[in-house]
């Protein structure tokens, strides 16, 4: 879900060329599945697509391929940080509801075994906490992104 809502933040902002998103998961159980249907949908109801999504595995070695790591929860963060093999790429490794001021947790919870109902509601924390941590990067974004040439348009006769 937060690649898809991250994915969406930039290309709505014209940014989306400047940034490479890729998801994966600390554990090889679904390695080359599609996201849950459920995930899908709810990503679908709110105007995401999701459907090119297959699930794949973080590594230590993933961590030269990656500038920011997001883990959704404490968990995820605790193996990523382990795997880190200096303080550089242990430092990549944040917390996206980090980004949301008013969470009252740092963990996304993990909608598998619960209804369509709280699958609405996790995408709703990830798309609070996503916008947050979009604004902190975009500054950075902006600035990376090519001057565009100013165009002079002589009036033909």
């Not at 997001?70 to 430092?91: F, K, N, P, S």
């Not at 500054?139 to 165009?151: D, G, H, N």
């Amino acid at each position: 879900m937060a690649e898809a809502v991250f994915r969406d933040l930039a290309e709505h902002q014209g940014l989306g060329a400047l940034i490479v998103t890729s998801s994966a998961g600390t554990g090889e159980w679904h390695v080359g599945e599609r996201a849950d249907v459920r995930t899908l949908e709810a990503l679908e109801r709110r105007g995401y697509d999701g459907s090119a999504h297959r699930a794949r595995q973080f590594t230590a070695e993933s961590f030269a391929e990656n500038d920011l790591v997001v883990a959704l929860d404490r968990t995820h963060e605790r193996i990523l940080r382990q795997w880190a093999r200096d303080d550089d790429q242990e430092g990549k490794v944040t917390m996206l509801l980090a980004y949301d001021r008013d969470a009252d947790s740092l963990d996304v919870p993990d909608p598998y075994y619960a209804d369509t109902a709280m699958f609405d509601a996790v995408l709703a924390m990830i798309e609070t906490a996503t916008r947050g941590l979009f604004r902190q990067l975009e500054p950075a974004l902006r600035q990376s992104r090519p001057a565009r040439r100013a165009q002079h348009r002589t009036p033909q006769n």
